[in-house]
């Protein structure tokens, strides 16, 4: 019995054929290519057929004689790696949430925000316990300010969610829709928090060291999602 990566070397070289050539074949990466080879992981059911092709086989062919290894499903990147995504997207939502209630939340009373009110151009009256929900808007950067909070604070509760599902089996397939799902999330907040920021900036109010917080921790968000992004690609 031979292993699946060593049938696909084997066929490679007898072919003369580089492990670049095969990549650029597939549309892969030649680290892909090497991953296969050296039996680290097995190509995808959806990829046989172009395999297959490229090696000059019939599918059948490829498989003759094959030790094939069932791959227990899990996320592409191992156990740890997952793991921080978890710790990573649950601290910053957390933290994203403590900002918000740092700037909105009182425990008694009423008043504006604790930084500076928005004098003429936008007014909130926030009572007691109730965040957000007593907040009224006289014009459209109050409207586009509230209306950005609430989707950045949204999409933070929703990087909760996701960031616990790190901890749950899921098939290749699962992971990766559960990445873009992540990445685009990263992606509203961000802007979201930006567009507060443009309000705030337009309304001339003298921004607290919380939501300066707020946004950078946004940023960093984002920032870490694309990183994420890119090293997944390169990977596979």
């Given at each position: 019995m031979i292993k699946l990566g060593n049938r696909i070397a084997a066929r490679r070289k007898e072919l003369g054929m580089t492990q670049q050539e095969l990549a650029d074949k597939l549309f892969i990466s030649v680290k892909t290519v090497s991953k296969?080879?050296?039996?680290?992981?097995?190509?995808?059911?959806?990829?046989?057929?172009?395999?297959?092709?490229?090696?000059?086989?019939?599918?059948?062919?490829?498989?003759?004689?094959v030790e094939v290894v069932a791959e227990e499903p899990?996320?592409?990147?191992g156990v740890k790696p997952n793991a921080f995504n978890a710790c990573f997207a649950f601290f910053a939502a957390v933290l994203g949430i403590i900002f918000y209630a740092l700037t909105f939340l009182l425990i008694e009373g009423s008043l504006s925000p604790w930084f500076d009110p928005f004098a003429e151009t936008l007014t909130f009256?926030?009572?007691?316990?109730?965040?957000?929900?007593?907040?009224?808007?006289?014009?459209?950067l109050s409207f586009l300010f509230i209306?950005?909070?609430?989707?950045?604070?949204?999409?933070?509760?929703?990087?909760?969610a996701f960031?616990?599902?790190e901890f749950v089996k899921l098939r290749p397939d699962q992971y990766r829709t559960k990445?873009?799902?992540?990445?685009?999330?990263?992606?509203?907040?961000?802007?979201?928090a930006f567009f507060a920021l443009f309000a705030l900036?337009?309304?001339?109010?003298?921004?607290?060291?919380?939501?300066?917080?707020?946004?950078?921790?946004?940023g960093g968000v984002l920032g870490y999602r694309i990183y994420e992004k890119v090293k997944l690609k390169s990977d596979y």
């Open positions: 296969w080879e050296t039996n680290r992981g097995n190509p995808e059911m959806n990829i046989l057929p172009q395999l297959a092709n490229a090696l000059d086989l019939k599918i059948t062919d490829l498989f003759e004689d899990r996320n592409p990147d009256h926030i009572s007691g316990y109730k965040v957000l929900f007593n907040m009224t808007s006289e014009s459209f209306f950005s909070v609430w989707v950045s604070f949204i999409a933070l509760l929703a990087h909760i960031g616990v599902l990445r873009k799902a992540e990445f685009i999330l990263a992606i509203i907040a961000a802007a979201a900036i337009i309304a001339s109010t003298r921004i607290g060291s919380g939501l300066i917080m707020m946004f950078l921790l946004h």
